[in-house]
């Protein structure tokens, strides 16, 4: 009998905790050789099982709202929205499923990025190519359709409710309309000057542009050009019966439609940002706008003033985003930061989740089982999805170029933009059952 075979083998394998007394003697590192089954040192002076979880002391990563199941805040407070969101049982924040690590280890070792010679269509390497071939990661989205058309980056994307139409706006100075059952283009807008953004509001698909804004009624075909703007209008929010506009300037206008002589008139112009608004969005009866002065302000929408100013940034605040009772917020400064109200009604952070690239904008959605997800676009051309509110990663979407707008759509749909040009129609996947 073998015995010096068999002492090799269970020291392959890695014996019990209970009986490895020696293992006091071993370096606190795994042995390279037994994670491949080919380790024949006997006895090795390297473990042959893996490193148990780092007893450290330090919390582990909770999602936001963390830091009130540790000082007993409660996140109350006036940012409530209506929707199927409820993240009031902090207990369950931050905890994510816990994954059985993968056992197959022969197969190839993917680096998590695209490959750029495959993206181009040329890539020799094949199977055996390290980089990625697929446009995501994660099994939980499925890309449907590319369309191909624009020249520039894509600055808007809007789908008016219960339109078969998709609009797209870019910096090519073009609007275009997607036949939604065939993909195809139904019609190009040549406006001659660049689009900043797009919005969607009942009938009307507003678009902004250079020192002007667009209203188009798809219901009665009219056309209205909203005078006003100084410079690139980067932004549009609707509240309270009004259109808002964030401008180059850091002013932000506000126009209300008069049905009595059929258009928009203007209605305020709120100021107080030094430098260009790049993203607004309501929530309530309020009214949050980011700017490249890197701060957030708090609009009342009855009034129309500012009641607080939000400084917890260090770079452009590229996007907020209003979900349940929390202000979500986006910079280049690598963070979202997510905001709660405290008793006095002003806001304060309550977690800040970090990047390693800055992000450009958020979307809020649900998933195929209903259950919230938020996309992030970040500038290394990736979109990172992540469960709410844990934030612990779903998958990634990888582009081209970086992905400057994103919306939802219909029935799992939702749509994304990047900087080649090109827009995508993506789906999310239907959870797999177990027969």
Known sequence: MDMDGGRKVFNRLGPSSSSDNGNHNKQQKVCIYWRQGKCTRYPCPYLHSELPSAANGKR?????????????????????????????????????????????????????????????????????CKYLHQWSTGGCFTLLAPLEGHQQVITGIAMPPGSDKLYTGSQDETVRLWDCQSGQVAGVVNLGVTVGCMLCEGPWVFVGLTNLVKAWNIQTSMELSLNGPVGQVYSLAVGNDLLFAGTQEGTILAWKFNVATNCFEPAASLKGHTLAVVTLVVGGNRMYSGSMDSSIRVWNLESLQCLQTLSGHTDVVMSVLCWDQFLLSASLDKTVKIWAATESGNLEVTYTHTEEHGILTLCGMHDSEAKPVLLCSLNDNTIRAYDLP???????????????????????????????????VWKWSEPTTVQ
């Open 390 to 424: 844990s934030f612990s990663e779903r998958g990634k979407i990888f582009s081209k170029k970086e992905v400057r707008a994103m919306q939802i759509g219909p029935g799992g749909l939702f749509f994304t933009g990047d900087g080649t040009g090109q827009v995508r």
């Open 60 to 128: 582990a990563h909770q999602g936001f709202g963390a830091e009130d199941n540790y000082r007993g805040g409660g996140g109350g407070g006036g940012l409530r929205r209506s929707g199927n969101y409820n993240f009031n049982n902090n207990n369950t924040w931050g905890r994510t499923q816990s994954q059985q690590p993968a056992n197959n280890r022969n197969t190839l070792k993917k680096i998590e990025k695209l490959c750029n010679l495959w993206a181009q269509g040329n890539c020799k390497f094949g199977d055996n």
